[in-house]
């Protein structure tokens, strides 16, 4: 199984229908087929570093992830999501043993910037964004 996890806040001024609908985005993202299973919701952690909700979804494996990746409901969802964010914080953790794998991951998040530009430019663009690339940045991005 493999987990990400996404801590983020809205950028200051979203209203809450964009907030409800930015959730229901993440939410159709992780009913997605390769989703085995996720949560979106409220981040109970430290207020002090400012951020307000959690994501979460985990896929039984890599064939999975990149079928994950590359739903029409994640894509489509990122142009709305990314937009409202004014903080995210990566992390994974999986249970294979794999000692590439989180290579394997990295090239697949970099392959998708590869296709999607506007894509990792938008990641970057984030005050922030660290961990979903393993170096906190968006490869090939700009």
């Excluded at 993440?26 to 909700?53: L, N, Q």
């Excluded at 959690?54 to 739903?71: D, F, I, K, T, W």
């Excluded at 994974?92 to 290579?103: E, I, M, T």
């Amino acid at each position: 199984m493999i987990v990400n996890t996404l801590r983020f806040s809205f950028k200051d001024g979203t209203s809450e229908a964009d907030k409800e609908a930015v959730l229901a985005a993440m939410r159709r993202t992780a009913s997605t087929e390769p989703v085995a299973f996720a949560t979106v919701g409220r981040y109970f952690g430290d207020p002090a570093e400012g951020f307000t909700h959690v994501y979460c979804a985990g896929v039984p494996n890599l064939a999975a992830l990149e079928r994950y990746l590359h739903e029409p409901a994640h894509i489509e969802g990122d142009w709305l999501i990314i937009p409202h964010l004014q903080q995210l914080a990566a992390f994974r953790f999986s249970d294979d043993p794999d000692p590439d794998l989180d290579a394997r991951i990295l090239a697949l998040h970099t392959h998708k910037v590869e296709m999607y530009p506007e894509w990792g430019r938008l990641l970057n663009a984030i005050p922030g964004a660290k961990g979903a690339f393993g170096d906190g940045t968006a490869r090939r991005a700009s």
